[in-house]
Structures are given as structure tokens and as C-alpha cells.
């Protein structure tokens, strides 16, 4: 009665009104924003499909070029082997072995355009060379040996002749110890590669955000706050490099290995950079890294 007199009875009407309108709106907002969520990831999905078909288009479509140069014929590799440790070294010295009479043996790094000189000794199959390039050509003028090697630390490009095959172990494996450092969205590490075993001295590793879902973030939100943290990871992982420079650790060869999309942030801290896929923990991570970096691809034309 008190409540009618004083007016309050229509006020506390129209504020369960407007509470239940609020919460009405809330659940359409919560409805929504869950609609939202479900529709980005649908698209990411959608997208990463779209990347890998593209990816293959790419794949065959620069396959049909390759066999439409010049009317060239379709010709394959005869076979085709990983090389490291023990057996690239076997292979590295029966090349060391060939001798030949003056100018017998042709040793070419092939960068992009195929030399003269190992389209001529090659024909049809100089169309494999451009295939693996950037690789390592050896062949001889009788044809007995007729191969591409993939380096992991390849020279700059030459085409000789000689009496034996130019060989240098630096293109294949390092020379003493250097750094070497895997680089992730949300891994780092650093350590040391004799060419025989791999010591992890450093590492940084960060809470990133991977993939986007329910939860009320929006694309936009999560995007920008999903670079922020990687940001701040890169910025770490460099600092950690700059603590060991300057504590001499620093010095000779450094070779970064990892993500292409944070690989472009060392740009003109490494000597070498290389994408690889290693995954797992620190020490794992960087050991395989190592071993899919030094490992030379070797080609039988």
C-alpha cells in the first residue's frame, strides 16, 4: 500500500522490466558471439584447406611447366637417397676418388638457369637438374657418374671442368662447432653442433595462443593478441642470443632454424636460415631440427 502511494510499486514494475529485457538481451548477445566463434572456426578450417589445395595446384602447375620448356620430355630421377654421417661420407669420398683425363669431370652449383656446360653434358636430363635446384651437379664425360647433391650450406654458384670432382666437406656438414638455434611461435633454443652431437645451452619457451574458438573472443581480438604474445617471445628468444654474445658464446657460425613465420625476424643475426619441422620439447626439438638441416639430398639423374 506504502509502496502504491509512494509511486514505488510502478518503478520496481518497470525495473524487473527492464532486468528481464537486460537479460533477454544478454542471451542473444551470448547466442551471437557463440554464432561468431563457430563461423571463424569453420573458416579457419575452410582456409587451411584452401592453402593446401593451392599448395598443390602450385606443385603440378609448376610440374607442367617444367615439361613444357622447350619440349622437353617427362624424365625422372633414377633414384633418389638421404645422406648423413657415415654414409655421406662414403659417397663424398668415392666422388674424392675420380680422376679422369683433362677436363673429364664436370662439377657445377646450379642456383637458378642451368649452365651451358651441364645442359650439354646432360640433354634431356639437365630438366631433373632444374628440378632439384639449387643442387650440387656431378657427371663425367663417359656418363659413369651422373648425380645432384642438395647441400645444406651450398657455395655460390660455379660450372667447371677438370680432371676430378670439386668436393668441399664445408657445403655438407660444419667445420668445428657452431651455434645453432630453433626458432618457433612458441619455442626457443639455443646450442652447440660439433658435427656429431647437439648440446642445448638456452632455451625459451611461451604461452601462445594456437588456434581460435569459443570463449568470447572475437577474430580480430584473438589475431592481435595472438601476435602480441609471439612478439614478445621473438623479442625474448633475441635476447637470449644477445646474453651469450656477450658473454663470448657468440662467436663463429650461428644458424637459425625454424618457423618461416618468425625465421624472418633473425634476419642478419644468422649466417644460414632453413624452414624445418621439429616439434617436442627443447632439446628434442633442436636435435631434429639439426639432423633435418644437415642432411644432403642425393639424386641419381
Given at each position: ?22 537479460r533477454h538481451l544478454e542471451r542473444r548477445a551470448e547466442a551471437e ?269
Amino acid at each position: 500500500m506504502l509502496d502504491e502511494l509512494l509511486g514505488r510499486a510502478e518503478l520496481k514494475e518497470r525495473i524487473e522490466e527492464l532486468e528481464e529485457e537486460k537479460r533477454h538481451l544478454e542471451r542473444r548477445a551470448e547466442a551471437e558471439e557463440e554464432r561468431r566463434s563457430e563461423a571463424v572456426r569453420e573458416r579457419q578450417e575452410a582456409e587451411a584447406e584452401i592453402n593446401r589445395l593451392e599448395t598443390r595446384v602450385e606443385e603440378l602447375e609448376h610440374r607442367v611447366e617444367r615439361l613444357s620448356e622447350d619440349g622437353e620430355a617427362e624424365v625422372e630421377f633414377r633414384g633418389t637417397e638421404d645422406l648423413r654421417g657415415d654414409r655421406l661420407e662414403e659417397v663424398l669420398s668415392r666422388l674424392d676418388s675420380v680422376t679422369t683425363g683433362p677436363e673429364g669431370a664436370l662439377s657445377a652449383m646450379v642456383e637458378d638457369r642451368v649452365p651451358e656446360s651441364v645442359a650439354d653434358a646432360l640433354g634431356e636430363r639437365a630438366a631433373l637438374v632444374r628440378r632439384a635446384a639449387p643442387c650440387l651437379v656431378y657427371t663425367d664425360d663417359a656418363g659413369v657418374v651422373s648425380a645432384v647433391l642438395e647441400p645444406p650450406t651450398p657455395p655460390a654458384a660455379f660450372d667447371e671442368w677438370g680432371s676430378s670432382f670439386r668436393v668441399d666437406r664445408s657445403w655438407f656438414r660444419p667445420e668445428g662447432s657452431v651455434r645453432v638455434a630453433l626458432v618457433r611461435s612458441d619455442l626457443f633454443a639455443l646450442g652447440r653442433f660439433d658435427g656429431e652431437e647437439v648440446t642445448l645451452e638456452d632455451d625459451v619457451e611461451s604461452d601462445v595462443m594456437n588456434a581460435h574458438s569459443k570463449g568470447g573472443f572475437s577474430q580480430a581480438r584473438f589475431e592481435r593478441r595472438r601476435d602480441e604474445q609471439v612478439s614478445n617471445h621473438v623479442d625474448r628468444s633475441k635476447e637470449v642470443l644477445q646474453a651469450h654474445a656477450a658473454d663470448g658464446d657468440g662467436d663463429g657460425t650461428l644458424v637459425v632454424l625454424g618457423e618461416r613465420t618468425v625465421l624472418g625476424e633473425f634476419e642478419g643475426l644468422a649466417d644460414h636460415r632453413a624452414t624445418v619441422d621439429a616439434s617436442g620439447e627443447p632439446e628434442e626439438a633442436l636435435r631434429e631440427a639439426v639432423r633435418e638441416f644437415w642432411t644432403t639430398r642425393l639424386s641419381r639423374l
